[in-house]
Antibody
Framework: QVTLTESGPALVKPTQTLTLTCTFS??????????VSWIRQPPGKALEWLAR???????YYNTSLKTRLTISKDTSKNEVVLVMTNMDPVDTATYFC?????????????WGQGTLVTVSS | DIQLTQSPSSLSASVGDRVTITCRAS??????LNWYQQKPGKAPKLLVH???TLQSGVPSRFSGSGFGTDFTLTISNLQPEDFATYYC??????????FGQGTKLEIK
């Protein structure tokens, strides 16, 4: 059974750095073709892909946010961490992590429940 | 960036109806098109991948079709649990996979 759980602060101040952790089970990031992505959704708005780390440690970022994002994985702990710097109120959103099939089905096949992050002073 | 435009943005229908949601890509994406269902306060759920393959456990009343730039998600015999927001997503342009803006399906 595949599960993913996001954790991190619910509230951050403008200009601060956000660190989110995705803890997963039921699969391994040692498996070829698998990855974990971060996706966000501002209240009432659409989904936006942010970043992805692949099983071979290749990392990819949304071009428009690339300078502010860092993604990393700890395979032994089954964790993926996303760091986003210089937070702004427009970054208020629910942040999801999702298992990503990059070789075969090319989709986000399992999602965490999401964590709401509010950026406010 | 490949842009995906869904229509309509919202739709009202009744239980038992057949509805179609359209997704148009700004350039050809072959068959690299997926559909997700999202209910309020919940994570999106994968319904269809690779244009027309139903994810395990998804009822057969859901179907996907299309090719190139024009795609549809059809739901036959709408059930109460189908009222949700639906998103298309392209996986042609790797790694920046993008989503449509969503179609909210409401009860009439």
């Amino acid at each position: 059974q595949v599960t993913l759980t996001e954790s991190g602060p619910a509230l951050v101040k403008p200009t601060q750095t956000l660190t989110l952790t995705c803890t997963f089970s039921g699969f391994s990031l040692r498996t070829g073709g698998l990855a974990v992505s971060w996706i966000r959704q501002p209240p009432g708005k659409a989904l936006e892909w942010l970043a992805r780390v692949d099983w071979d440690d290749d990392k990819y970022y949304n071009t428009s946010l690339k300078t502010r994002l860092t993604i990393s994985k700890d395979t032994s702990k089954n964790e993926v961490v996303l760091v986003m710097t210089n937070m702004d109120p427009v970054d208020t959103a629910t942040y999801f992590c999702a298992r990503t099939d990059t070789y075969g089905r090319y989709c986000f096949d399992f999602w965490g429940q999401g964590t709401l992050v509010t950026v406010s002073s | 960036d490949i842009q995906l435009t869904q229509s309509p943005s919202s739709l009202s229908a009744s239980v038992g109806d057949r509805v179609t949601i359209t997704c148009r890509a700004s350039q050809s994406i072959s068959v690299f098109l997926n559909w997700y269902q999202q209910k309020p306060g919940k994570a999106p759920k994968l319904l269809v991948h690779g244009l027309s393959t139903l994810q395990s456990g998804v009822p057969s009343r859901f179907s996907g079709s299309g090719f190139g730039t024009d795609f549809t998600l059809t739901i036959s015999n709408l059930q109460p649990e189908d009222f949700a927001t639906y998103y298309c997503q392209q996986s042609y342009s790797s790694p920046e996979w993008t989503f449509g803006q969503g179609t909210k399906l409401e009860i009439k």
